[in-house]
């Protein structure tokens, strides 16, 4: 039985991505879904326990799993579920190795997580508003340093 590993963080996201995939290779395929949970800061460990973490970690993996796995229309038998406690590239060579070993194909990684929006890279409307402003002229300023010079000359010219 074929596998295909798949990497979920949001479920509306994920359902529709998916859908259509599982519409088309139903028979014969075993999804392996991987949730990646949203990170918490290195700060919180102040305030919440290391098992209160990884047991809100768990109830939201299994939230998650439970509104996705019946909207894309997965069986018992056609899945498994894995929470990804260590990094991404870690996790998938234990999956593939754990794969290889049974004797089949290294399974395809179908990477279902809703994309990020970097606050970084996003321009804020005020910034934007100034990049398309109009440009002002810089004639005023310049007429006010030329007259400027002018009447420091003519007052040395009067000295």
């Keep these: 039985m074929d596998k295909i590993i798949v990497y979920v963080d949001d479920a509306e996201h994920a359902q529709q991505l998916l859908t259509p995939l599982v519409a088309q290779q139903a028979a014969g395929r075993h999804w392996v879904l991987v949730a990646c949970a949203p990170r918490m800061t290195h700060r919180i460990s102040k305030w919440v326990s290391h098992s209160a973490r990884e047991s809100w970690r768990g109830k939201w993996a299994d939230r998650l799993f439970d509104q996705l796995v019946p909207a894309v229309g997965l ?31 290294p399974a395809p990684v179908v990477d279902a997580r809703k994309p990020r929006t970097d606050t970084a890279n996003t321009a804020s409307p005020a910034s934007v508003r100034a990049e398309h402003a109009p440009r002002l002229s810089t004639w005023p300023r310049m007429l006010g340093s030329v007259i400027t010079g002018c009447g420091t000359l003519w007052a040395l010219g009067l000295d």
């Design 75 to 105: 069986r018992s038998g056609q899945f498994t579920t894995v929470l990804a406690k260590t990094p991404l590239p870690e996790l998938t060579e234990e999956l593939q190795a754990q794969i290889r070993a049974t004797g089949a194909q």
